[in-house]
Nanobody, 124 residues
Framework: QVQLEDSGGGLVQAGGSLRLSCTAS????????MGWFRQAPGKEREFVAT?????????DYTDSVKGRFTISRDDAKNTVYLQMNSLKPEDTAVYYC????????????????WGQGTQVTVSS
């Protein structure tokens, strides 16, 4: 049974930083691409960032977070991170980590496993 546990959300002022973490109970974690997605109130869940599996550590970001967010992973700890700097009120959402076997994509429907979500609230 694969489980993803994401954490690290909270309330922060605009311009502040948070680091989200997601630990996966996946035996061969390095073979999985990992992604972060978010869902704001009244909106659909959207892509934020992905990082590839061990053959390709490529990272991709949605345009609105480029230069502010950084995704990384530590395969020894089965953990993926999302460092979020220069946060804006429009970043307010529930953030979800997700895992898919093989190559990373930006399509949430390709991801098989999901965390429970962690709330990020950015005040102006």
């Amino acid at each position: 049974q694969v489980q993803l546990e994401d954490s690290g959300g909270g309330l922060v002022q605009a311009g502040g930083s948070l680091r989200l973490s997601c630990t996966a109970s996946i035996r061969d974690f390095r073979n999985y691409a990992m992604g972060w997605f978010r869902q704001a109130p009244g909106k659909e869940r959207e892509f934020v960032a992905t990082i590839g599996y061990w053959l390709s550590r490529r990272t991709d970001y949605t345009d609105s977070v480029k230069g502010r967010f950084t995704i990384s992973r530590d395969d020894a700890k089965n953990t993926v991170y999302l460092q979020m700097n220069s946060l804006k009120p429009e970043d307010t959402a529930v953030y979800y980590c997700a895992a898919k076997y093989g190559k990373a994509t930006m399509d949430l429907e390709d991801y098989s496993y999901w965390g429970q979500g962690t709330q990020v609230t950015v005040s102006s």
